[in-house]
């Protein structure tokens, strides 16, 4: 499996906290993603990264920032949490654009 | 923006048969095509892609095919084992990060 971690794993917030999702590769590969997997759905893309301090919005953006300081590091926040982003959250890496994506292990967030 | 189709969105196969799961897509201009495998609990991995220069594509067991004039691309899947029962998701990229997946295919294969 690609150096890929993700943190936390599982997290239980409640309505209108912050809450941070890490993801940390160790391939340094330029293109990070953050997806978000919902039953009915399949992934959908929230924001993704071509380089450090490079970051673009994806299909479900809204509700969600991302930073990207360096380049093993990308961060997603719910500056607000909302019922509507319990999800299952998805990292992903790739070396090149329209290339494979290595996802990492998922974060498991329940907003109450 | 890229719309991608996915049917059934369950299957059950016996063991030993054929399983075919197939999307379809809205962007002429995509032209690269995975599919990822997700087993119960666990994070989605590539088995095969396929890009817009080429028809088939085989890997042992699995094969994917393309129809670009059609827009629609399927995954074959022969002589299935009970191991091939997963999550099967198609997606579709225009050479861009914006991937879109479908909702997933649900494979059972009943031994």
């Known amino acids: 499996d690609a150096g890929i971690t993700q943190s936390p794993r599982h997290k239980v917030t409640e309505t209108g906290t912050p809450v941070t999702l890490r993801c940390h590769q160790t391939e340094n590969h330029r293109y990070m993603y953050w997806y978000r997997q919902d039953p009915g759905h399949g992934l959908r893309l929230i924001h993704y990264s071509y380089g450090v301090k490079d970051t673009d919005k994806g299909e479900v953006s809204d509700g969600y920032s991302v930073s990207r300081s360096k380049t093993e590091d990308f961060l997603l926040t719910l500056e607000s949490a909302t019922s509507s982003q319990t999800s299952v959250y998805f990292c992903?890496?790739?070396?090149?654009?329209?290339?494979?994506?290595?996802f990492g292990e998922g974060s498991r967030l329940t907003v109450l | 923006g890229e719309n991608v189709e996915q049917h059934p969105s369950t299957l059950s196969v016996q063991e030993g048969d054929s399983a075919v799961i197939k999307c379809t897509y809205s962007d002429s201009a995509s032209n690269y095509f995975p599919w990822y495998k997700q087993e119960l609990g666990k994070r989605p991995q590539l088995i095969i892609d396929?890009?817009?220069?080429?028809g088939e594509k085989k890997d042992q067991r699995i094969a994917v095919t393309l129809n670009k004039t059609a827009k629609h691309f399927s995954l074959h899947i022969t002589e299935t084992q009970p191991e091939d029962s997963a999550v099967y998701f198609c997606a579709a990229s225009n050479n861009n990060n914006d991937m879109r997946f479908g909702a997933g295919t649900r494979l059972t294969v009943k031994p």
């Open positions: 396929i890009r817009s220069n080429v």
């Open positions: 992903a890496i790739s070396e090149r654009e329209a290339g494979e994506l290595f």
